[in-house]
C-alpha cells in the first residue's frame, strides 16, 4: 500500500506540474496577443504624433523661409491627421527634409521604441514624395520633392532591414534573413506608405 500510495503521489505532482506549465502557456500566449492588439492603437499613435511634430516644426520652418504661397498653418484632418495647409510642393519639400533628418537620427539609437518611431518617419518620407510630387507647385519644387524622397528612401533602406526585423521581435514576430524574408519586408512597408497616403 505505501508504494502505491508513493506512485499516486507521484502521479499527482507530474499532473500538477503538466497543468501549471499548460496554464503557464495559455498566459503567454494571451499576453503575446495583447501584445499584438495594443500595437495597432500604439502605431496609430505614434504615426499620428509623428506628423503632429513634424507639421509643426514644418510650419514654424515655413515662417522663416520666403516661399511664394499662402502662409502655412496647422489643419487638423480625419482620424485626428494634423498637417501643413496649404499642401504645396514647396511644403512637402520641408516636411520631406525635416522627416528624413529625424528618421536618420532615430535609426541611430538603439532603442526599440526610437526604431520603431524612426519605421513610421521613414514610411511618412517615402508617403510624402509620393503626394509632394502630384502637390500644386513649381515643376522645380516636383522634381526637388522626387529627388530628396528617393535618395532619402535609398540611403535610409539598409538600416530600415536592420530596424524592422528588431521590432517585430519586441512582439514575437520573427524574420528569417532569405531573399523571400526581404520581398516581404518591402511589402510590409509598401503597404505602411499606402495606408499613410491613404489614410492621409
Not at 46 to 67: D, F
Not at 72 to 88: D, F, I, N
Not at 152 to 180: F, K
Request: proline share 2%; charged share 15%.
Amino acid at each position: 500500500m505505501a508504494r502505491s500510495d508513493t506512485h499516486t503521489a507521484a502521479a499527482g505532482r507530474v499532473d500538477d506540474s503538466d497543468s501549471g506549465l499548460a496554464a503557464g502557456g495559455r498566459a503567454f500566449a494571451l499576453a503575446v496577443v495583447g501584445r499584438r492588439l495594443l500595437l495597432v492603437p500604439a502605431a496609430l499613435l505614434v504615426l499620428r504624433g509623428s506628423e503632429a511634430a513634424l507639421a509643426a516644426a514644418t510650419v514654424g520652418l515655413l515662417r522663416l523661409i520666403p516661399v511664394n504661397q499662402a502662409a502655412a498653418r496647422l489643419h487638423v484632418s480625419g482620424l485626428a491627421k494634423v498637417e501643413v495647409y496649404p499642401h504645396t510642393a514647396a511644403t512637402a519639400l520641408v516636411t520631406l527634409a525635416l522627416s528624413a533628418t529625424l528618421a536618420a537620427v532615430l535609426l541611430r539609437s538603439r532603442s526599440t521604441l526610437a526604431q520603431f518611431v524612426a519605421i513610421k518617419v521613414f514610411a511618412l518620407v517615402a508617403a510624402t514624395a509620393i503626394t509632394g510630387v502630384y502637390a500644386p507647385g513649381s515643376l522645380r519644387a516636383q522634381i526637388a520633392v522626387a529627388c530628396v524622397g528617393a535618395g532619402a528612401v535609398v540611403l535610409m533602406w539598409s538600416q530600415m532591414r536592420v530596424a524592422v526585423p528588431r521590432v517585430l521581435e519586441t512582439v514575437n514576430i520573427r524574420h528569417v534573413d532569405d531573399r523571400a524574408a526581404d520581398m516581404l519586408l518591402v511589402v510590409k512597408i509598401s503597404v505602411l506608405v499606402a495606408l499613410i497616403v491613404l489614410l492621409g
